[in-house]
């Protein structure tokens, strides 16, 4: 079975001793991953070290960069590279988060650089995919979807993809309390798979993790984690909230 991912994605939020106090709180609590079961957690570039710390303590959870820099080395002020991020033993790195797309102009051809820059680096990529609202109102997304995995992730070959998680964000609903219903997101899970499949075979689409995220909380989550094509979340607001990410962790198929 594939692993199924509780992701946090932290964003710009936390002080370093509120971080390590949520981390202390999960990690306290009374639940064990199974084998196919995994959390993770994208924190902060200067908290990546001292968060590492705790995830280590524990099987199955591990820590991720929110971002990394499109080129190798050199004069990119304010930029961490992939080599940086190997360099520490940080195993998974978030790349194409529509935040980073809507706010920063990340373009096609720079998500496919960072793809790049993190396979030589031997990080393992959470590559976020979403619509935004008009064209779910258009009921083009299954389109607008497909190309954004043409142009980005489907240079890749078969052995380098089969590692991937992919997250599906549909963007109308990041931060705004909407939610997709349980078949939407089974929908473009089941739509994203069948793409993986007829580029790369059916093996290696069973074998990718595909996340929903968007307003994922501890109410909702074992039922769009239930979706046959749903395995798991990247979850953003609810993360910061020790009893809620817990719940949605312990949601997870087992």
């Given at each position: 079975?594939?692993?199924?991912?509780?992701a946090?994605n932290?964003k710009m939020n936390?002080?370093?001793?509120?971080g390590?106090?949520?981390?202390?709180?999960?990690?306290?609590?009374?639940?064990?991953?199974s084998e196919?079961?995994?959390?993770?957690?994208?924190?902060?570039?200067?908290?990546?070290?001292n968060?590492?710390?705790?995830?280590?303590?524990?099987?199955?959870?591990f820590?991720?960069?929110?971002?990394?820099?499109a080129?190798?080395?050199?004069?990119?002020t304010?930029?961490v590279?992939?080599?940086?991020?190997?360099?520490i033993?940080?195993?998974?790195?978030?790349?194409?988060h529509?935040?980073?797309?809507?706010y920063?102009?990340?373009?096609?051809?720079?998500?496919?650089?960072?793809?790049?820059?993190?396979?030589?680096n031997?990080l393992k990529?959470?590559f976020?995919?979403?619509?935004?609202l008009?064209?779910?109102?258009?009921?083009?997304?299954n389109?607008?979807i497909?190309t954004?995995?043409?142009?980005?992730?489907?240079?890749?070959?078969?052995?380098?993809?089969k590692?991937?998680?992919?997250?599906?964000?549909?963007?109308?609903?990041?931060?705004t309390?909407?939610?997709?219903?349980?078949?939407?997101?089974?929908?473009?899970h089941?739509?994203?798979r069948?793409?993986?499949?007829e580029?790369?075979?059916?093996?290696v689409a069973?074998?990718?993790?595909?996340?929903?995220?968007g307003?994922?909380k501890?109410?909702?989550?074992?039922?769009?984690?239930?979706?046959?094509?749903?395995?798991?979340?990247?979850v953003?607001?609810?993360s910061?909230?020790?009893?809620?990410?817990?719940t949605?962790i312990?949601?997870?198929?087992?």
């Amino acid at each position: 079975m594939r692993k199924q991912i509780a992701a946090a994605n932290w964003k710009m939020n936390l002080t370093l001793d509120a971080g390590e106090k949520l981390m202390t709180e999960i990690m306290s609590s009374s639940f064990a991953l199974s084998e196919n079961q995994c959390a993770v957690f994208a924190v902060p570039f200067p908290y990546l070290i001292n968060i590492k710390k705790h995830s280590d303590k524990e099987n199955n959870f591990f820590i991720a960069a929110q971002n990394c820099g499109a080129e190798k080395s050199g004069a990119y002020t304010g930029e961490v590279s992939a080599e940086m991020l190997n360099s520490i033993d940080i195993p998974y790195v978030l790349i194409g988060h529509s935040e980073r797309r809507e706010y920063y102009g990340e373009t096609k051809d720079i998500l496919s650089k960072k793809l790049d820059l993190a396979l030589e680096n031997n990080l393992k990529p959470i590559f976020c995919c979403g619509e935004p609202l008009q064209i779910r109102e258009a009921e083009t997304q299954n389109n607008y979807i497909e190309t954004q995995l043409q142009q980005s992730l489907f240079h890749l070959d078969a052995t380098e993809i089969k590692d991937f998680v992919i997250a599906y964000e549909p963007i109308w609903a990041i931060g705004t309390g909407r939610t997709a219903s349980t078949a939407q997101a089974q929908d473009m899970h089941a739509h994203i798979r069948k793409l993986i499949a007829e580029k790369y075979g059916k093996e290696v689409a069973e074998s990718i993790s595909i996340l929903y995220g968007g307003s994922v909380k501890a109410a909702n989550a074992a039922e769009i984690f239930s979706q046959p094509d749903v395995d798991g979340g990247l979850v953003g607001g609810a993360s910061l909230v020790a009893e809620e990410f817990t719940t949605i962790i312990k949601s997870l198929k087992k």
